[in-house]
């Protein structure tokens, strides 16, 4: 009989990476796994998520709701995310 067992409750392992903005300046941004977390340019939006990977391989993009500027994170051959940019 298989045996089964609780939930894990692990830690994730928070790095810092960076946002490069279209002007050329950069801030920081935290990465996990194929996510990131960054604060817009504008400073008027919440924190803004994304992540370098969708399912079935289609990419995606984070909108800021306060200037719509537009973000991916990019990430490596593994799928792990690596820092965010602002779109052209």
Known sequence: MPRSRGPIHAKLKLEQTHVQFRDGSKAPATREGNNAAWHCQCEQA?????????QFGDTCYTECPSCKKRFIVNGDEKKRATYVEEEP
């Open 46 to 54: 919440p924190l803004l998520t994304g992540r370098c990977y969708y």
